[in-house]
């Protein structure tokens, strides 16, 4: 995922830029909203955090300019106007969502995962290299050879395909694996070790990575 972040205050700016990077998220960044507008004109971003305030042009006014001409390109305003009436004309600019500061980072993580996909809904097949999921018959192939996975396998690996290539916390896969809350690191272990062996280790590429403290991953090494 490709963001710009169009923050004038550096430090905050690069405390977003640094919590998602856990996710593999790379940003840009535009300190004013004439900066912010002419990167998001030249740029290929899949979503814009923007604030508020800005110097030079307001965000509202940022808004408003990409809008009228087509830029479509979901926005995020993150900004301390909090009134009713200024989350309003936020919206009325063209903003696909309005945040006040301060917000916590995984709140706000969560935001842009929910626009990012309502902009990009899913296919029934999904491709990672040569790993092919197709979602609605709930089947698995690499390399054109089927993939005999248990069921808690499939979840695991539906998320990570759902996610790639950004690293999903182990803590959201234990969730989404057993949302009953009763989850067993030791059968989480060996789960993910089935996985891998009938994933990975036939196939000269490993497609499921760990990072370590940060979570998994699936993806080439190449992207």
Same mark, same amino acid.
């Given at each position: 995922?490709?963001?710009?972040?169009?923050?004038?205050?550096?430090?905050?700016?690069?405390?977003?830029?640094?919590?998602?990077?856990?996710?593999?998220?790379?940003?840009?960044?535009?300190?004013?909203?004439?900066?912010?507008?002419?990167?998001?004109?030249?740029?290929d971003?899949? $979503?814009?955090? *923007?604030? #508020?305030? +800005?110097? @030079?042009?307001?965000?509202?006014?940022?808004? /408003?300019? !990409?809008?009228e001409?087509?830029?479509?390109?979901p926005?995020l305003?993150?900004?301390?106007?909090?009134?009713?009436?200024?989350?309003?004309?936020?919206?009325?600019?063209?903003?696909?969502?309005?945040?006040?500061?301060?917000?916590?980072?995984?709140?706000l993580?969560?935001?842009l995962?929910?626009?990012?996909?309502?902009?990009?809904?899913?296919?029934?097949?999904?491709? $990672?290299?040569? *790993?092919? #999921?197709? +979602?609605? @018959?709930?089947?698995?192939?690499?390399?054109? /050879?089927? !993939?005999?996975?248990?069921?808690?396998?499939?979840?695991?690996?539906?998320?990570?395909?759902?996610?790639?290539?950004?690293?999903?916390?182990?803590?959201?896969?234990?969730?989404?694996?057993?949302?009953?809350?009763?989850?067993?690191?030791?059968?989480?272990?060996?789960?993910?070790?089935?996985?891998?062996?009938?994933?990975?280790?036939?196939?000269?590429?490993?497609?499921?990575?760990?990072?370590?403290?940060?979570? +998994?991953?699936?993806?080439?090494?190449?992207?």
């Amino acid at each position: 995922m490709q963001i710009l972040i169009v923050e004038d205050d550096a430090e905050l700016a690069a405390a977003i830029a640094d919590y998602l990077s856990l996710f593999e998220v790379d940003c840009d960044f535009a300190y004013s909203g004439s900066a912010g507008l002419e990167m998001a004109c030249r740029g290929d971003f899949d $979503i814009i955090i *923007l604030d #508020l305030m +800005l110097p @030079r042009m307001n965000g509202i006014s940022v808004c /408003q300019s !990409l809008r009228e001409r087509g830029y479509n390109t979901p926005i995020l305003m993150l900004t301390a106007c909090d009134t009713d009436a200024d989350q309003l004309e936020g919206f009325l600019a063209g903003v696909d969502d309005y945040v006040t500061k301060p917000c916590a980072m995984p709140l706000l993580w969560a935001r842009l995962q929910a626009i990012y996909r309502r902009n990009n809904p899913p296919s029934d097949i999904l491709i $990672i290299g040569s *790993l092919k #999921l197709d +979602l609605r @018959r709930q089947k698995a192939c690499r390399s054109n /050879q089927p !993939l005999k996975l248990s069921p808690i396998g499939w979840k695991i690996i539906e998320l990570l395909a759902r996610h790639s290539p950004s690293v999903v916390p182990r803590k959201t896969i234990e969730q989404h694996v057993w949302p009953d809350g009763q989850v067993d690191s030791g059968n989480f272990n060996v789960q993910l070790h089935m996985l891998r062996k009938v994933v990975d280790h036939p196939y000269d590429s490993v497609l499921i990575h760990t990072l370590t403290g940060k979570g +998994l991953c699936l993806k080439e090494l190449s992207e």
